[in-house]
């Protein structure tokens, strides 16, 4: 079955870009879509079709999809993006979800 | 505005069977191409996606679960029904269900309930 990997934690320093990557095989040939979640809190769509940001997302955060890694970017990383990101992708009309990557920002 | 809300059971008995509702409201799962996804997650854990149902009553699932899983709706109620079967202590979990559509994906989350496994 499709999998998808997230390194389990970054640290970023105040006002430094993060960024958290996405691994599957050719992911590049699909769409990523990525989540923010903090705690205790449902998840927020972040950024759709791989690069994407809804409506009230700040343009701080970014995305890119290309060979087999996927890749959100937060770029001026500030306190509050500390949180947990998954990353989604479809294979075969099945969703599959990436494990999560824990974003410290210190 | 689109609101989803889950509600049944906090905590079943191993080997019974669970019964989520995700009651919605500000779409309709008549309209072309929206569908009501399900997704869980045990505390401290990832997000796992059990299912989803399309505004043509097509219906996929996971397929690691697909045999315990059963998502039905009814559109005139706006509700949408997730069945578990034979409940383990291992899906002890945050059971949310999600709007989807093709452009967002999950764009709109319920809150979750948080279901217990235990005898």
């Known amino acids: 079955s499709y999998a998808l990997t997230q390194p389990p934690s970054v640290s970023v320093s105040p006002g430094q870009t993060a960024n958290i990557t996405c691994s599957g095989d050719?992911?590049?040939?699909?769409y990523a879509w990525w989540y923010q979640q903090k705690p205790g809190q449902s998840p927020v769509l972040v950024i759709?079709?791989?690069?994407k940001r809804p409506s009230g997302i700040p343009e701080r955060f970014s995305g890119s999809n290309s060979g087999n890694t996927a890749t959100l970017t937060i770029s001026g990383t500030q306190a509050l993006d500390e949180a947990d990101y998954f990353c989604?992708?479809?294979?075969?009309?099945?969703?599959?979800f990436g494990g999560g990557t824990k974003l410290t920002v210190l | 505005q689109i609101t989803l809300k889950e509600s049944g059971p906090t905590l079943v008995k191993p080997t019974q069977t669970l019964t989520l509702t995700c009651t919605f409201s500000?779409?309709?799962?008549?309209?072309?191409?929206?569908?009501v996804g399900w997704i869980r997650q045990p505390p401290g854990k990832a997000l796992e996606w059990l299912g989803i149902?399309?505004?043509?009553?097509?219906?996929r699932y996971s397929p690691s679960l697909k045999s315990r899983l059963t998502i039905t709706k009814d559109t005139s109620k706006n509700q949408v029904v997730l069945t578990v079967t034979n409940m383990d202590p291992v899906d002890t979990a945050t059971y949310s269900c999600?709007?989807?559509?093709?452009?967002?994906?999950?764009?709109?989350w319920g809150q979750g309930t948080l279901v217990t496994v235990s005898s």
């Open positions: 989604q992708a479809w294979d075969s009309s099945t969703v599959v």
């Open positions: 759709y079709q791989d690069s």
């Open positions: 999600a709007h989807y559509s093709p452009l967002f994906s999950f764009d709109y």
């Open positions: 500000g779409f309709s799962l008549s309209t072309s191409g929206v569908g």
């Open positions: 050719k992911l590049g040939d699909k």
């Open positions: 149902i399309y505004w043509d009553d097509d219906k």
